[in-house]
């Protein structure tokens, strides 16, 4: 099977597009601590796509960086963060109103890699999962 450059260049600029609900939405860039995300806003809810590569990302790390990058952007405090390590929403409180409320998900599930362990081009590990 064989893939051509420009191919791959619009499977990679389709990496920061805006989701659902955020089409039109002119998008900031912010690095925290290392992390790069595309933010855009609608109303008291944030978009954030992660644009960087990292090595098994966890989701409460990630989420505590892209609810830092939208408080710097708003100046408002974020309320609750949803979605996964690649892409999320954040809910903001600004002015002392009320955050909107956190999407509904039927089932999230949260998993780890843990005692990866790798020998030549194999590895393995457990993974373990939980509903939060």
């Known amino acids: 099977m064989r893939f051509s450059p420009q191919v791959l ?12 609900g955020f089409q039109g939405a002119d998008p900031v860039i912010r690095e925290v601590e290392g992390s790069r995300f595309t933010l855009r806003f609608r109303g008291g809810i944030a978009e ?9 990302p966890r989701f409460p790390d990630i989420a505590r960086k892209a609810a830092l990058a939208a408080q710097a952007e708003t100046a408002c405090r974020a309320a609750w963060v949803e979605g996964d390590p ?15 409320k956190m999407p509904r998900r039927k089932r999230t599930l949260y998993c780890d890699l ?19």
């Open 9 to 20: 260049v619009l499977g990679l600029a389709a990496c920061s597009a805006a989701g659902p």
């Open 48 to 56: 954030a796509i992660r644009t960087n590569p990292e090595w098994m």
């Open 86 to 100: 690649a892409m999320m929403w954040i809910g903001l409180s600004c002015n002392g109103a009320r955050a909107p």
């Open 114 to 132: 843990e005692d990866l362990q790798a020998r030549g081009d194999l590895a393995r590990g457990a993974l373990t999962c939980s509903k939060r």
